[in-house]
């Protein structure tokens, strides 16, 4: 055979594909992981048991013995815990947002005109875009649980460690996908409106803004959601929120209580996400006008109004205003309040722990005893050598795994899930298929869809906080926690783009005879393989963020030996470990930032 | 007036444009011809300093356009309409906002913004006006996207006319609309620029609509200008699209 052709027949895709699935196993092997040692342990066996078949029965009452008559009523106290979370997701993305967009907007070249301006202008425009991405991947880099555990050490434990701790990494998140998002979008308009005379941020206000404009409110509303999961999790390290009284019952062993607090996140989550995705359909509408009519007036007068945006603002804004000053607007909602936050410290007393924190509790301890910066050295390297660098790639082991499982099973679920490629007639081509048989593909369909939204929705964390009970102390819950969360959003993500796309050969190969599969193989995923592997990457990098705290639930990783140097009230290593997993995130999302640019210039 | 002298224009290593000689007077309608890769495109990015001219000089109303300041240059395109080939809708803006962004050049951000977000009465009559004028009037507040492509040609015709400028530079503006449309929208432009006496160069595909309607025919060949003639015959134009001689067929 001819050598050239023989190569390619084994294209890059294919070796790509192959060697995702070695580095599963050489992930899975460092870990330390059997397959065989795959499943429940026999304790894990009943307890998985008991926990799904009280499903169905969540606690409407206090389940333990022995609750004092002033305790509040339960309704109110799973209200609060939901209030709760919902309140620091919100204050949190408050802040977030304005940070978000004046960073991203630095951050995007856009708006750039730089062919002939001053040296001095060019100058200016790219050293603040050079520090922008540099603050914004240093942000995002510490995970929003870690910010939280540094807040509440320097400034105690008080609501705004949390706000901060959200807002701080989120604002940087957000600038990123916001500038990524300005970035992507075809810059011929905008060369049109140059062309018309138009200036720099002009051109760019009504050339790019508005084709990203829909892309940047649900991206930031998919952020909603997601400090939604934070805050919950945020329970965790001790503030009141759904993740806390998850933790407490779990501990209680008060299982129907855990369904009910369960339930209540599901549901907080699901009306947020279902809410982005009205939004987005009302934002992206197309209007046409229903008259037939050239006169002005009768135009005018029967013009289709888009007041979506209005009532979407001004029920954003109230709720952000609700969620900050509740207490002061209506005196009667106090029971609303985060009593357990409350700390009683004043702003200056405050400032000084802080700066005490800054200045002696966060210098590493050798140099505390002798003054001498020059002992940093050799401290990091013992912390380094000794477990820093072991856990760091037990770290990525985890995280590289989980989204390699994720995404491969995604994939494999995604043509069976896709509405568009499971309709009775597939992108409207006629079948033949009778009635019974389309409606049982088309219930399939809409269940594995309802799977994908649902696993999307839970927190990774929780999932591989439940699972550790079942599976016993392995990596395998953290892997599959963050496999089942990242999961849901590939296959959401990937459902987009079958349902949302014209595929005219894929209508041409149903119309010459393709099946289904086929004609996902042969058509949806080789013209949009490398739209599956942007995903890959994309949610590669967020996973080594999320791997970095899992280890907190006490499985060897970095999240490990920050929890374990945090209750040792060692903050000088627990400040050591927290950027190390912020290297380790670094590296990860310039590797992927590479990769991802050249994915998209292909 | 507009005036090339010796003008080249090379891409690396394609030479689109050599030693171009030209001068056109304003209110002078000119079509722009020959075969696909001729450089009929690059030309006409040459005429609004999108390209600038890697030899040779090229001003307009006297001011050499390589040598203008980006401010200077921007209000020296707010006074020349450009129809890119691929239109430049903003697909998600209403056809009144399309329209309305002709003139981004002569106002400021603040008032651009104002003006498609909240449009006064007067501002949509003129817009109105002109969208009659092109024969779509009924699309007013349909967005872009939903129209067809020639629908959002007569858009692009629009803008460029609300536009108010001196010089209209449209490359192939009539590529997708049916013939009688074609005829009917080169026609207006014709009385337009006839009544303001406005420099129109457009270049375009039908050889007949060229002879038909514009008083000057400018053909191309491989960069190399090879006719400039008010009334070219059959033997001149012929040697333009003669497949033998043509390197790229589009
Ligand atoms: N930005 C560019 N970079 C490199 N080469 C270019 C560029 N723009 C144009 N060219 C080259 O210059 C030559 C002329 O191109 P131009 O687009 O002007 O042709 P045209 O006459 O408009 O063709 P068509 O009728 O297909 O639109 C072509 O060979 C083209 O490949
Ligand atoms: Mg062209």
């Known amino acids: 055979m001819n050598p050239t052709l023989a190569k390619t027949a084994f294209g890059k895709r294919r070796g790509f594909l192959l060697f995702l699935g070695l580095l599963l196993f050489f992930c899975l092997w460092g870990l330390d992981l059997?397959?065989?040692?795959?499943?429940?342990?026999?304790?894990?066996?009943?307890?998985?048991?008991?926990?799904?078949?009280?499903?169905?029965?969540?606690?409407?009452?206090?389940?333990?013995?022995?609750?004092?008559?002033?305790?509040?009523?339960?309704?109110?106290?799973?209200?609060?815990?939901?209030?709760?979370?919902?309140?620091?997701?919100?204050?949190?993305?408050?802040?977030?947002?304005?940070?978000?967009?004046?960073?991203?907007?630095?951050?995007?070249?856009?708006?750039?005109?730089?062919?002939?301006?001053?040296?001095?202008?060019?100058?200016?425009?790219?050293?603040?875009?050079?520090?922008?991405?540099?603050?914004?991947?240093?942000?995002?880099?510490?995970?929003?649980?870690?910010?939280?555990?540094?807040?509440?050490?320097?400034?105690?434990?008080?609501?705004?460690?949390?706000?901060?701790?959200?807002?701080?990494p989120y604002g940087c998140t957000l600038a990123k996908v916001f500038s990524e998002l300005l970035d992507e979008q075809e810059t011929q308009c905008r060369e049109q409106l140059r062309n018309q005379g138009g200036g720099a941020f002009s051109s760019w206000l009504f050339g790019v803004f508005p084709l990203a404009f829909s892309d940047l409110i649900s991206y930031a509303l998919y952020r909603y959601e997601c400090a939604i999961r934070s805050a919950a999790i945020f329970g965790f390290v001790g503030v009141q929120t759904i993740g806390y009284h998850i933790e407490t019952a779990t501990a209680d062993g008060n299982i129907n209580e855990v369904w009910t607090l369960l339930y209540a996140l599901l549901a907080l989550i699901l009306v947020v996400e279902r809410f982005s995705n009205f939004t987005r359909k009302k934002l992206t509408a197309s209007q046409q006008s229903r008259v037939k009519s050239s006169s002005l007036e009768t135009l005018i007068k029967n013009r289709t109004r888009n007041r979506y945006l209005k009532y979407f603002s001004i029920a954003v804004l109230n709720v952000i205003l609700f969620s900050w000053f509740h207490s002061s607007i209506f005196p009667a909602a106090e029971w609303l309040n985060d009593d357990s936050l409350n700390s009683r410290l004043t702003t200056e007393q405050q400032w000084k722990n802080f700066n005490f924190f800054i200045q002696s509790k966060l210098t590493p301890a050798p140099v505390r005893e002798s003054g001498n910066w020059a002992d940093t050295l050799?401290?990091?390297?013992?912390?380094?050598?000794?477990?820093?660098?072991?856990?760091?790639?037990?770290?990525?082991?985890?995280?590289?795994?989980?989204?390699?499982?994720?995404?491969?099973?995604?994939?494999?679920?995604?043509?069976?899930?896709?509405?568009?490629?499971?309709?009775?007639?597939?992108?409207?081509?006629?079948?033949?298929?009778?009635?019974?048989?389309?409606?049982?593909?088309?219930?399939?369909?809409?269940?594995?869809?309802?799977?994908?939204?649902?696993?999307?929705?839970?927190?990774?964390?929780?999932?591989?906080?439940?699972?550790?009970?079942?599976?016993?102390?392995?990596?395998?819950?953290?892997?599959?926690?963050?496999?089942?969360?990242?999961?849901?959003?590939?296959?959401?993500?990937?459902?987009?783009?079958?349902?949302?796309?014209?595929?005219?050969?894929?209508?041409?190969?149903?119309?010459?005879?393709?099946?289904?599969?086929?004609?996902?193989l042969f058509s949806i995923l080789p013209s949009h393989f490398n739209r599956f592997l942007l995903y890959f990457f994309y949610r590669w990098e967020t996973c080594i963020r999320d791997a970095t705290i899992l280890g907190m639930l006490g499985i060897s990783s970095l999240g490990f030996l920050i929890d374990d140097a945090s209750a040792r009230n060692s903050y000088d290593q627990l400040f050591f470990y927290t950027l190390l997993g912020a290297c380790l995130v670094m590296i990860g999302d310039i590797v992927s930032g590479i990769i991802r640019s050249r994915l998209r210039a292909a | 007036m507009i005036e090339l002298k010796e003008v080249s224009k090379s891409f690396q290593s394609t030479k689109a444009l050599s030693g171009i000689n030209l001068i056109i007077e304003q209110g002078e309608r000119i079509a722009l011809i020959g075969p696909s890769g001729s450089g009929k495109t690059t030309l006409l990015k040459l005429l609004n300093a999108q390209h600038i001219a890697t030899d040779g000089s090229l001003k307009v109303n006297n001011i050499e356009v390589a040598k203008l300041s980006p401010k200077q240059l921007r209000i020296f395109r707010s006074d020349i309409a450009y129809i890119p080939q691929d239109l430049g809708l903003v697909p998600s803006l209403k056809v009144y906002q399309n329209v309305l962004l002709g003139k981004i050049g002569r106002f400021r951000t603040?008032?651009?913004?104002?003006?498609?977000?909240?449009?006064?009465?007067?501002?949509?009559?003129?817009?109105?006006?002109?969208?009659?004028?092109?024969?779509?009037?009924?699309?007013?507040?349909?967005?872009?996207?939903?129209?067809?492509?020639?629908?959002?040609?007569?858009?692009?015709?629009?803008?460029?006319?609300?536009q108010q400028p001196h010089t209209i530079l449209a490359d192939e503006p009539v590529s997708a609309v049916d013939p009688a449309r074609a005829k009917s929208l080169i026609k207006l432009l014709d009385q337009i620029s006839t009544e303001n006496n406005l420099t129109v160069v457009m270049s375009i595909h039908n050889i007949h609509l060229a002879q038909q309607y514009f008083p000057r025919v400018v053909g191309l060949r491989q960069g190399i200008l090879k006719i400039d003639s008010t009334d070219p015959t059959e033997s001149e134009l012929e040697p333009l699209f003669d497949l033998a001689h043509t390197e790229e067929i589009g």
């Open chain 1, 34 to 168: 059997k397959l065989k040692n795959f499943g429940p342990t026999e304790a894990g066996l009943n307890v998985a048991k008991e926990f799904f078949s009280t499903a169905f029965s969540p606690a409407l009452d206090y389940q333990s013995e022995g609750i004092p008559e002033s305790a509040p009523p339960y309704y109110k106290k799973i209200l609060k815990a939901t209030w709760l979370t919902l309140k620091y997701a919100t204050c949190g993305i408050s802040l977030a947002l304005p940070i978000g967009i004046l960073m991203g907007f630095f951050a995007s070249r856009s708006w750039w005109q730089l062919e002939g301006s001053r040296w001095s202008i060019r100058f200016f425009i790219k050293t603040s875009h050079r520090i922008c991405k540099i603050i914004i991947t240093a942000g995002r880099s510490i995970h929003e649980l870690l910010w939280g555990i540094l807040f509440i050490s320097a400034i105690g434990t008080n609501p705004l460690s949390i706000i901060l701790a959200i807002a701080i």
């Open chain 2, 110 to 162: 603040l008032s651009m913004l104002r003006k498609i977000l909240l449009p006064s009465k007067a501002e949509l009559t003129a817009v109105h006006e002109i969208l009659e004028r092109v024969g779509i009037p009924e699309k007013l507040y349909d967005t872009t996207s939903t129209l067809s492509g020639g629908q959002q040609q007569r858009v692009a015709v629009a803008r460029a006319l609300f």
């Open chain 1, 378 to 520: 050799p401290w990091a390297k013992k912390l380094l050598f000794e477990k820093g660098f072991e856990a760091a790639l037990l770290t990525f082991y985890i995280a590289t795994s989980a989204m390699i499982i994720a995404w491969f099973s995604a994939i494999f679920i995604l043509p069976w899930s896709s509405r568009a490629l499971q309709s009775p007639n597939p992108f409207s081509v006629h079948t033949g298929i009778s009635k019974y048989t389309g409606s049982l593909r088309y219930c399939l369909a809409a269940i594995l869809r309802l799977l994908f939204i649902i696993t999307r929705a839970l927190p990774e964390y929780l999932v591989a906080f439940l699972l550790l009970r079942i599976f016993g102390t392995t990596a395998w819950p953290l892997i599959l926690g963050l496999a089942i969360h990242n999961f849901g959003i590939v296959g959401r993500l990937g459902g987009e783009i079958i349902d949302h796309r014209d595929f005219n050969h894929t209508r041409q190969q149903l119309s010459i005879g393709g099946s289904r599969t086929k004609v996902f």
